[in-house]
């Protein structure tokens, strides 16, 4: 919901061009808070007002505009100022937002900034998407294992202008490799002894990321750990740079919301649901739609090959919505709590005998109570107390295959290298509906003939 509470004032200012007033309303509040007061201007209106404000206050509210704000920001105002806008931006804010701007505008851009600047961000932007590299930033704190705990703080002290974060400093040789970590509380405490060198202080077991390792995998070891910034490395054991603790929550973000897609049976979105076109939304939900309505098809023929017994036995019709439910939403509930596990690392791939073991001991456990009320529903439909059993026996097996199916394919899929999500709640179901209608038949059969 857009916030109306200062536009007239916003306006009055931009027609007026208070550049006073203008400049006291960024600098009176919270860029965040600033930048939604401003979110019914556009993005015109918006550049005018922040561009007045003090540095580095212009770059700090552009941070919190939205992202179709931003590139249109960028987009259409003068490059000078943009460039400097940019160079105002921690690495990893500017990288992800160029990436959503016209190369042409990026090279523009690039071209006004300084070298060294330019080459941080061209080796950010060449690191894979979803990889360590790609989110990490360049801006760490940085020491040398020699200095005592005054040269630290004095030469932190020169560094932490243009830092995002100071919670860890990282003590590397000449080379720039990683040697050991201390916390800036470490330094603190130790300014009473101001002969101990970082070397006497750092800890050397660190928790440390790849560059090129998936980015789920880093978020993983930030919540294992408790971290709230983790070095990334590469293979020489170079320090890159930093992955702080708010970008981690930005991919836990990601990853949830494309690993709730995939269970739904939808292809991940590359842009919000409201950003993305009808057509790239219709086939992105088409494609499994289309794959699930096969698999129904197939539902429908293996039922097509027992029309005799139903000719026959016309009250086996009443349960088939009852057997094809109860195992569609078993399989649904093990794959989701499966799907789940791994995306949170409660489980691996070498806890997949334990996963099948307790899955299948839930389905006895779950089919074994859903049958008794099979049975005694059945009673009431069948011809004879004999034939009812059919009944439980098939709700007992066709739950025990959904919870095999369920817990199994998201396993053989991540054995296979792919994403358990993949294997969603509606394909399982629909695996497990026509075993179900096979199973119902051939328990009906045996009891019949």
Not at 50 to 61: F, G, K, M, N, S
Not at 199 to 209: K, N, P, Q, R
Not at 353 to 382: D, N, P, T, W
Not at 411 to 436: H, R
Request: aromatic share 6%; proline share 4%; with cysteine.
């Amino acid at each position: 919901m857009i916030n109306t509470l200062y536009l007239p004032e916003l306006r009055e200012m931009l027609v007026e061009q208070k550049v006073e007033d203008m400049r006291e309303f960024c600098d009176a509040m919270h860029p965040g808070v600033t930048a939604e007061f401003m979110e019914g201007l556009t993005a015109d209106e918006t550049w005018q007002i922040i561009r007045h404000a003090e540095q580095p206050l212009p770059a700090e509210i552009f941070r919190y505009c939205s992202e179709e704000k931003q590139v249109d920001i960028l987009e259409h105002q003068d490059r000078t100022e943009m460039a400097s806008l940019i160079s105002e931006l921690v690495p990893d804010d500017r990288v992800d937002i160029l990436d959503a701007v016209s190369e042409d505008v990026v090279n523009d851009i690039l071209e006004r900034l300084p070298l060294e600047e330019r080459r941080d961000i061209l080796r950010l932007r060449a690191y894979r998407e979803g990889t360590a590299g790609a989110v990490m930033t360049s801006d760490v704190a940085k020491l040398a294992e020699n200095f005592t705990v005054p040269e630290a703080l004095a030469e932190l002290g020169r560094q932490a202008e243009e830092l995002e974060t100071i919670y860890y400093l990282y003590v590397v040789d000449d080379t720039d490799h990683l040697r050991g970590v201390v916390s800036a509380r470490q330094l603190v405490t130790s300014m009473g002894r101001p002969d101990i060198r970082l070397s006497d202080l750092m800890e050397e077991d660190i928790v440390t990321a790849h560059v090129f390792e998936d980015q789920e995998s880093v978020a993983h070891k930030v919540a294992r750990y408790d971290l709230l910034a983790i070095p990334v490395l590469d293979d020489q054991n170079r320090m890159m740079g930093i992955i702080t603790h708010d970008d981690i929550i930005d991919v836990v973000r990601e990853e949830a919301e494309e690993d709730i897609q995939r269970i739904a049976a939808v292809n991940p979105l590359d842009e919000s649901y409201l950003k993305t076109a009808v057509t790239t939304l219709s086939w992105k939900r088409g494609i499994w739609l289309t794959i699930l309505f096969i698999a129904a098809l197939l539902t429908a023929i293996a039922l097509k090959q027992y029309d005799e017994s139903i000719a026959e036995h016309t009250w086996l019709v009443l349960f088939i919505p009852l057997v094809i439910s109860a195992g569609g939403n078993t399989g649904s509930q093990s794959s989701t709590l499966i799907i789940a596990a791994f995306a949170s690392g409660d489980i691996t791939l070498r806890d997949w005998s334990r996963v099948i073991r307790r899955e299948i001991c839930m389905g006895l456990i779950i089919g074994g109570f859903l049958s008794l009320i099979g049975y005694v529903v059945a009673c009431f439909a069948a011809p004879n107390t004999t034939l009812a059993l059919i009944i439980p026996i098939t709700l007992l097996l066709v739950i025990l295959c959904g919870t095999f199916s369920g817990s199994a394919l998201p396993l053989l899929f991540k054995q296979m290298g792919l994403d358990p999500a993949l294997m969603s709640n509606p394909f399982v179901a629909g695996i497990v509906d026509i075993l179900g209608i096979v199973i119902y038949m051939n328990v009906a059969r045996a009891f019949i003939y």
